[in-house]
T-cell receptor, first 114, second 109 residues
Framework: DAGVTQSPTHLIKTRGQQVTLRCSPKSGHDTVSWYQQALGQGPQFIFQYYEEEERQRGNFPDRFSGHQFPNYSSELNVNALLLGDSALYLC?????????????FGQGTRLTVV | GQSLEQPSEVTAVEGAIVQINCTYQ??????LSWYQQHDGGAPTFLSYNGLDGLEETGRFSSFLSRSDSYGYLLLQELQMKDSASYFCAWNTGGFKTIFGAGTRLFVKA
């Protein structure tokens, strides 16, 4: 079992550009959540996808959007990048059947906006 | 509002016991989880409390009191490798898990 995999691991973008991050959940998981983690801070909830729909959203602007595919993998898109979007972006997968009580995290994508 | 409060830093010596507290103000509370994150690594799940009381997993235990809106993580027989950040996380039982800001644990020889 490969666990949760994210790609790419590192990314450098310019202000105003758009970025797409990808996540494959752990085998058997049907729910994917995305988090933004700034240095020295806790993961901040962006949104969660289940059954290909965004089910819950944190306090993030509409520039942040996502998608979940039939195979449960997911993408996070960020438009009009700002310097403040520089962070580690974490994907976590879980099981809705288990009420998402235990999340498995990928190693994250380190996004740098210059 | 919804918030989880935990100390920013804790220092302890190898072999000792340390307790990391977490107090919360939330709505729709379902349970409290704990995660460990080493520098440069991903958070890893440690434990979950859905009911009041103590859950024990090896050297780690976690406690929850719903009436006090309080929980803690207890680490026993501390090892140098336990130096990491520890996060409590509020689970709604649905589609959201909210993390605290984390407690950085330093284990000294």
């Amino acid at each position: 079992d490969a666990g949760v995999t994210q790609s790419p691991t590192h990314l450098i973008k310019t202000r105003g550009q758009q970025v797409t991050l990808r996540c494959s959940p752990k085998s058997g998981h049907d729910t994917v959540s995305w988090y933004q983690q700034a240095l020295g801070q806790g993961p901040q909830f962006i949104f969660q996808y289940y059954e290909e729909e965004e089910r819950q959203r944190g306090n993030f602007p509409d520039r942040f959007s996502g998608h979940q595919f039939p195979n449960y993998s997911s993408e996070l898109n960020v438009n009009a990048l700002l310097l403040g979007d520089s962070a580690l972006y974490l994907c976590a997968s879980s099981s809705r059947q288990l009420m998402n009580t235990e999340a498995f995290f990928g190693q994250g994508t380190r996004l740098t906006v210059v | 509002g919804q918030s989880l409060e935990q100390p920013s830093e804790v220092t302890a010596v190898e072999g000792a016991i340390v307790q990391i507290n977490c107090t919360y103000q939330t709505s729709g509370f379902y349970g409290l989880s704990w995660y460990q994150q080493h520098d440069g690594g991903a958070p890893t799940f440690l434990s979950y409390n859905g009911l009041d009381g103590l859950e024990e997993t090896g050297r780690f235990s976690s406690f929850l009191s719903r009436s006090d809106s309080y929980g803690y993580l207890l680490l026993q027989e501390l090892q140098m490798k336990d130096s990491a950040s520890y996060f409590c996380a509020w689970n709604t039982g649905g589609f959201k898990t909210i993390f605290g800001a984390g407690t950085r644990l330093f284990v000294k020889a």
